[in-house]
């Protein structure tokens, strides 16, 4: 039974996210914060919900020694989301401060043992800021530190599904009645950044789709998902319930190995778990950053931070590996595939800098 921290709880993301982990059995406290004043609402809300878990919420400065303490998980939802015609980057300036302020009450307040998930935009250039205010605080420990891109993932597998359903659809060997949504979830992957430059969408099981004009468009309706939630709600947000959903479905995996601690393998067993961390130092990472020096085609190019499925410890939920099996298997690739991984690196580099240099200015 743990407690789990959620920072940004009152908004779009944030309460849909706190009423999921309300429901989750390994959760015993849940602290929620948020600079709005609705939040103490919010927790009291929560509180009404006969599940064995108290909630409590928070906004005010001098509460983050009560909120993070004894915390096991701490996830950021906080910060602005887009608006149309922005990119995640405009967010970066607003957003990079809020992160910052958090990262450093996490570094001051947080048991050592507790990880961090940001969910907050740009995840790209975020994460190196979350990493730099640890280093500053002499409080790194980068197998806890997760940038969020799990809705990548979630949506990949719901397009694919959806393609090949209307594909059985349309040759008759199906009805609509038998479309699956949950099928073959292991048949895309999506590793890179989260933004549609460094989004690279990997088809793992090219048995699947044969045709390229079809593979184009379900490789760019992955990486424009978001921009297609932005547009569709007018102005007023951008993804909120897939995204608690996928924050949601990653935290949980995290939950269910720090309490099996490896015993209940039906809890344990190994899924596709994406996620933006930073290499040095984590088992495969520095094998991981010489691959990628090699896919860009660029020697020196210094690329710190990539989003590749990892295997969570059991013991202690921290990142145990990396799988960096689909970047090892140069010819499963295809040409597209390999075009856009290096593109990826390129755009990623300026990405990551952009986070490294606001806290070089703004310390
Ligand atoms: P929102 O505006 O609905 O909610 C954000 C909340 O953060 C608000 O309640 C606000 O009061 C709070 N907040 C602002 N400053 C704060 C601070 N200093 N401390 C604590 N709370 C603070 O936005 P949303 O739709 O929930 O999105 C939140 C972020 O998540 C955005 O940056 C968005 O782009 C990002 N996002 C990421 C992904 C992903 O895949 N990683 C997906 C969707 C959205
Ligand atoms: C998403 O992918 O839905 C999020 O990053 C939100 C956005 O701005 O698109």
Redesign the pocket.
């Known amino acids: 039974m743990v407690k789990v921290c959620v ?9 849909p996210l706190s009423l999921l982990l309300k429901l989750n059995p390994y959760v015993s406290d849940l602290a929620l ?4 004043d ?2 103490a609402g919010v927790a009291k809300d929560l509180s009404h919900i006969n599940t064995n878990s108290d909630s409590e919420g928070y ?1 005010k400065d001098e509460d983050f020694k009560n909120l993070l303490e004894g915390s096991e998980l701490v996830i ?7 608006k149309p015609g922005m990119t ?1 980057d405009d ?1 970066f300036k ?2 990079a ?2 992160i910052q ?2 990262t450093v009450k996490y570094a001051k307040f947080a048991p050592v043992h507790c990880k961090l998930l ?6 790209n250039s975020l994460i190196p800021v979350v990493i730099e205010t640890l280093k500053i605080n002499g409080r790194l420990n980068p197998s806890q530190v997760f ?6 993932i979630i949506r990949s597998q719901t397009f694919l599904n959806d393609l090949l359903n209307d594909k059985k659809l349309r040759s008759g060997s199906i009805t609509s009645k038998q479309f699956d949504k949950t099928l073959n979830l292991n048949n895309i992957n999506v590793i890179g950044g ?1 933004s549609a430059p460094t989004m690279v969408p990997i088809l793992t099981n090219k048995n699947l789709i044969h045709q390229q004009d079809e593979i184009d468009a379900l490789y760019k309706k992955i990486k424009f998902g ?1 921009d297609e ?1 932005v547009k569709a709600k007018n102005g007023k ?4 319930l ?3 959903y ?2 949601y479905f990653f935290a949980n995996e995290i939950l269910k190995k720090i309490n099996c601690k490896g015993v209940n393998l039906n809890d344990c067993t190994p899924v596709n778990l994406p996620s933006f961390v930073y290499l040095p130092n984590l088992p495969n990472g520095k094998l991981l950053q010489a691959l990628l020096n090699d896919y860009s085609g660029i020697h020196d190019l210094n690329l710190e931070y990539f989003s590749v499925p990892v295997v969570i410890n059991p013991h202690t939920g921290n990142i145990k590996s990396l799988d960096i099996s689909i970047l090892q298997n140069r010819n499963a690739l295809s040409e597209s595939e390999l075009k856009d991984i290096k593109a990826a690196c390129v755009n990623l580099a300026k990405d990551i800098k952009t986070g490294e240099d606001f806290v070089k200015k703004n310390y």
């Open positions: 920072l940004g709880a009152s908004g779009g993301i944030g309460q914060y948020d600079i709005s609705i939040t906004n950021v939802t906080a910060g602005i989301p887009r995640r967010l607003i957003n401060k809020i302020n958090l940001i969910i907050s935009n740009p995840v940038g969020i891109t799990m809705l990548d989260h978001g939630i947000g951008s993804a909120t897939s995204m608690a996928a924050g």
